[in-house]
């Protein structure tokens, strides 16, 4: 049996990385609504998400660590497979809800310490990894695919 199809009205949670010390803070508003994409697909009224419809999503965050303050990042969602349904017969997979699927936090300007300079751990432009997971419930409680 497949998982719930993803429509317009559904939201992500992301989840930050493990990553002590740091703490990380979503500024963007959370959990991340989603708008379906599909013309051929509605399941109560919503359309049915397409894989670019979730990936498209971003969030800002800001983190601190220790004596570091101010950093700033994005952050991107990448589905995993368990996370869409085979091709459709217009040749577009569907979102299905299931596994947790990846929540990358880009640095954008990292933390600093007025003493120390820049957050060693965290340059601009590298990354750690979260999670993200659509939110139960789903407003589709019925249509499945997979």
């Given at each position: 049996?497949?998982g719930?199809?993803?429509?317009?009205?559904?939201?992500?949670?992301?989840?930050?990385?493990?990553?002590?010390?740091?703490?990380?803070?979503?500024?963007?508003?959370?959990?991340?609504?989603?708008?379906?994409?599909s013309?051929?697909?509605?399941?109560?009224?919503?359309?049915?998400c397409?894989?670019?419809?979730?990936?498209?999503?971003?969030a800002?965050?800001?983190?601190?660590?220790?004596?570091?303050?101010?950093?700033?990042?994005?952050?991107t969602?990448?589905?995993?497979?368990?996370?869409?349904?085979?091709k459709?017969?217009?040749?577009?997979?569907?979102?299905?809800?299931?596994?947790?699927?990846d929540?990358?936090?880009?640095?954008?300007?990292?933390?600093?310490?007025?003493?120390?300079?820049?957050?060693p751990?965290?340059?601009?432009?590298?990354?750690?990894?979260?999670t993200a997971?659509?939110?139960s419930?789903?407003?589709?409680?019925?249509?499945?695919?997979?």
């Amino acid at each position: 049996m497949g998982g719930l199809v993803v429509i317009t009205g559904d939201t992500v949670t992301i989840t930050p990385p493990n990553d002590p010390p740091a703490i990380y803070v979503l500024t963007s508003p959370t959990p991340l609504p989603i708008s379906g994409s599909s013309h051929n697909i509605k399941v109560r009224g919503g359309a049915a998400c397409l894989p670019s419809d979730v990936e498209k999503l971003t969030a800002n965050f800001t983190y601190t660590s220790e004596s570091y303050v101010g950093g700033t990042g994005t952050v991107t969602l990448k589905l995993k497979d368990g996370n869409k349904t085979k091709k459709t017969k217009n040749g577009q997979p569907l979102v299905i809800n299931g596994a947790t699927f990846d929540a990358k936090f880009t640095f954008a300007v990292p933390a600093n310490d007025p003493q120390k300079g820049p957050d060693p751990n965290r340059s601009s432009g590298s990354s750690k990894m979260g999670t993200a997971a659509f939110t139960s419930p789903t407003k589709n409680t019925f249509f499945r695919a997979g």
